[in-house]
DNA sequence: CACTCTGGTTATAGCCTCTAACAAACACAA
DNA sequence: TTGTGTTTGTTAGAGGCTATAACCAGAGTG
């Protein structure tokens, strides 16, 4: 509807650029991002070497490219989640949507979330997806949380450092709190599982991330411990 | 005491291998470890190329011998400051040596828990040094678990599946489960704040960071939301 | 002293990224 | 239809990397 190309070379362009991102993809699921090669890239679509220059500047520019279609895939799931016909998904819902997305494609994940690369900045456009991003996730802490306990020292550092939550100025330093935190730990367990960290050990990592979505939501009443 | 190396000759190759080491690391800071390249480091050196293969077979292995040093390294933190004479350092402590450790050296942390490298398997003495580690941790978190509460579902599960924590045989469940808490929550605010992700939302990954610890030793009572 | 083992050297193969120079094909207007 | 400029492909080549091979000098050792 929007960016439907209009002459049929811009076309064919667009279709090359796919097809290589498309590829790029396969080489990374075998050998990671760092093994990334336009050159095999190129010869495995029958042209020669140089060929790919003509639609990537240069190999970050395609990494780059990745990323920002990581980071929009992952936006839109979360997107979709939130808008979807069923009703609200909370964070137990978003959480499940991430896992799901994060196991699907656990290079993905990492391209966006794993080692930086030093003196890679983001452009500007990408960090723009990351907001977005996080505005679901607000809107729907702040529908969790409830009304203000209160604030434990955290909080109230958030309520002065909020820049970031600038999507919704109304939320309470409490809902943002809830957003790092479900962010954070959730990231804590998959990055650990998608490394390989709990292989070996035994555990079910399925488990353990429910459990930690449970206590995000509901922490332990004084019961434990 | 226990390594002197015997022969001159052995005692020069050790230096070598150290300076060779040094080098890498230098690189890693700068460009990241994908970057790290056996050429430039003899060049710096002033030896020409092929002559490191005669200290390391290949860079996987020089890479190998990093990431074991680093393990080493966190090890050696956590064992220092467990029987420090200072009296038990306690999660806290332990949380606290964590992310001095990290600070120090970014890249040296993500040799350890960035992206997995596809396809390669860390050597059985590295996986040793990091049950060690975890058995220091395990440690201080049966001394800090209080006596079981009524189980949750993932302690229940932990019940059944405690192989990874075989050097503590006796520790409950609870005590497993804190465990795992705290390797995967501070390792989420971590890896986030050292991969850059906090950067420009403004606020302060230290003071998230006491708040994860916080709630790691004692989860909020039934007052917040 | 001779002999071996070690640590260095150059040469080379085979990858890679990326630039330059050139050729063919296409789009389009006169 | 013919001419012209743009786009997309080609090969050649510079310069980097890993890694192997072949060779040579010096250090230890019988």
Redesign the pocket.
């Known amino acids: 509807m929007t960016g439907t190309t209009r002459?049929?070379?811009e076309r064919?362009?667009q279709q090359?650029r796919e097809e290589v991102k498309e590829k790029a993809w396969q080489q990374i699921a075998g050998s990671g991002a760092s093994a990334?090669?336009?050159?095999?890239i190129?010869k495995q679509m029958?042209?020669?070497?140089?060929?790919l220059?003509?639609?990537f500047?240069?190999?970050?520019e395609l990494i780059t490219e990745l990323i920002r279609d990581a980071y929009r895939s992952l936006a839109d799931a979360f997107i979709a989640a939130d808008s979807g016909g069923a009703g609200r998904p909370g964070l137990a819902g978003l959480a499940r949507v991430l896992r799901g997305w994060a196991l699907e494609d656990p290079h993905r994940y990492f391209l966006i979330y794993g080692t930086p690369v030093p003196g890679y900045h983001a452009p500007q456009d990408i960090t723009a997806i990351s907001t977005e991003l996080m505005a679901v996730l607000l809107e729907t802490c702040t529908a969790a949380a409830g009304p203000a306990a209160e604030p434990d020292p955290f909080d109230r550092h958030l309520a002065d450092h909020r820049e970031w939550a600038a999507s919704h100025p109304d939320a309470p330093p409490s809902a943002l709190h809830l957003a790092l935190t479900f962010w954070s730990r959730l990231h804590g367990v998959l990055s650990l599982e998608l490394a390989g960290h709990f292989t070996g050990m035994g555990l079910d990592p399925a488990l353990f991330y429910e459990a930690e979505v449970d206590r995000i939501m509901t922490p332990d009443p004084l019961t434990a411990r």
Chains 1, 2 share one sequence.
Do not use: E, I, Q
């Open positions: 002459t049929p070379r064919y362009r090359v990334l090669s336009l050159n095999a190129a029958g042209m020669s070497g140089p060929a220059y003509r639609y500047a240069n190999r970050d």
